[in-house]
């Protein structure tokens, strides 16, 4: 099992940019081989999109094309803890954000069964 906490949500102008933190942690041995983390985000009456993950080993990537060179994901090789960079945010980027984990590379919500518990962004224009 493994359990992620997000932070780092809040209010930011039209433009303006924003870090989410998901820390990673748990207790089964090797936990971290073939992880993968997600962020996901659900906006006012939007389904829940993925908008990018990394898996933990090798730090490949994918991001949704919505996001693409405005968002970066990364890990820690300090701490356990995968990040959202998010700069260049427009209104349509308010949404709770999620982060997700799972053994599978996938834009599928269903492919991750941890969970954080969201943290809130809010774009205002």
């Known amino acids: 099992q493994v359990q992620l906490v997000e932070s780092g949500g809040g209010f930011v102008q039209t433009g303006g940019s924003l870090t989410l933190s998901c820390e990673v942690s748990?207790?089964?041995?090797?936990?971290?081989?073939?992880?993968?983390v997600a962020w996901f985000r659900q906006g006012p009456g939007n389904e829940r999109e993925c908008v990018g993950w990394?898996?933990?080993?090798?730090?490949?990537?994918w991001y949704a094309d919505s996001v693409k060179e405005r968002f970066t994901i990364s890990r820690s090789s300090a701490r356990p803890i995968v990040t959202l960079q998010m700069s260049a945010l427009k209104p349509g980027d308010t949404a709770v954000y999620f982060c997700?984990?799972?053994?599978?590379?996938?834009?599928?919500?269903?492919?991750?069964?941890?969970w954080g518990q969201g943290t809130e962004v809010t774009v205002s224009s």
């Open positions: 997700a984990a799972g053994r599978k590379w996938s834009q599928d919500q269903r492919s991750y069964d941890n």
């Open positions: 748990g207790r089964a041995f090797g936990i971290f081989d073939s992880l993968v």
């Open positions: 990394i898996t933990w080993m090798t730090g490949a990537l």
